[in-house]
């Protein structure tokens, strides 16, 4: 932007408010898991153990709406493209799925965000329309690297929904209060890719205090059938978070979701009744054909900034796969991290990490074999 900026178009690009930007992204890991695959599962996104992966390389297109105003009518946009070992968790159902879906690539592309924004200063005090495919919006952490405190993801995150293809409201009532409205395809799924697109609602509320150093996030983000389908999630979740001062704050995040009529992988006759990448369930008898399939999360972070190029992370999350839907195990799961943010420059973030995890009921790491899993974790994120 800046060898736009200095151009003899400089003037334009700099009226139009249109930017390009990016980053490069890879990531490495040092694992007790040591098998073939992606046997740190069901860790992400360092999946693969002992390995260097370019993770996501993105490009970012778009221009930001004037939202901290009531004045005028404003709009916006964003085109987002990621290529790397991280589109295997971003990819949604009818886009570009069949990278993942019918060829298992290990890299892939994926057009992870494509939507427009329409901001009203009229409605209340502003509300801004989003229409395409969006992140979902709950959640402490995102897909795309620079949005997440540490290189690697909590389990909490790993296994809810990603991405939501439709269109949804967020309008500020007050200084306090906002809401948010809207209907999708469903959690990875976009509306031409029937039976698992049909049509999804959801509903958020946040309440803002103490000038902003405390904020509770209440959000119900798919609300359809709720039944087994290509990641047709049923979620509701309750987010806290609190400045403690200048330099710390905490973020703590739950949710309980679940898919209904789940294929029961115990019962040979529900075989016919899986997807490619969807779990099945771990049902109670094997003479079920499909069950019943909920599990719960909480993750807590606690961030310290110790100057303006360092900070630290620690993370704690307890995670329930009561049917092992998600995962694959039916088991508990824990997961300890210390992370580290360093700063090179103002281009350059270097994320070290240690994290051990354990899988309580059955053996789910180093695929399957492996109850604990300790790992030497870090990335470099190279903005551009």
Known sequence: MQALWSGSHGDAWK?????????????????????????????????????????QEVLYVERQPDTVQTDHFD??????????????FTTAKGVFSYQLLKKNREYGFDPVMVYADLYFPHVAQGMNVRIGRYISLPDIEAQLAPNNYTYTHSLTYTYDCYTQSGVNTTTRL????????????????VPWTRPDSKPTFNACLSYSWKDGGDNLYACANSINDSKYAYNNLAAYYLTWYHKVNASWHTATESWYQYEKDTPNVLNPAAAGLLQTNANGAVCATAAQLTCFAPEWAVVNYVEKQFSKHDYLTIRNEYFDDMRGQRTGFKTKYTEHLIAWGHWIGTTVLFRPELRFERSYDVPAYDN?????????????????
């Open 174 to 189: 007050n200084n306090h209060w906002m809401v948010q409205v809207g209907i999708s395809a469903g959690c990875e799924a």
């Open 75 to 88: 709009w916006g946009f964003r085109l987002a493209a990621l290529y790397g070992l991280d589109y295997r």
């Open 15 to 55: 009226k139009s408010g249109i930017q390009i930007y990016g980053w490069a992204n890879v990531g490495f890991n040092v694992s007790t898991s040591d098998k073939l695959g992606y046997a740190n599962l069901p860790t992400a996104y360092a999946e693969k153990p002992n390995t260097i992966q370019p993770d």
């Open 368 to 384: 399957g074999t492996k109850k604990n899993q300790f790992m030497v974790a870090g990335d470099l994120i190279y903005f551009f």
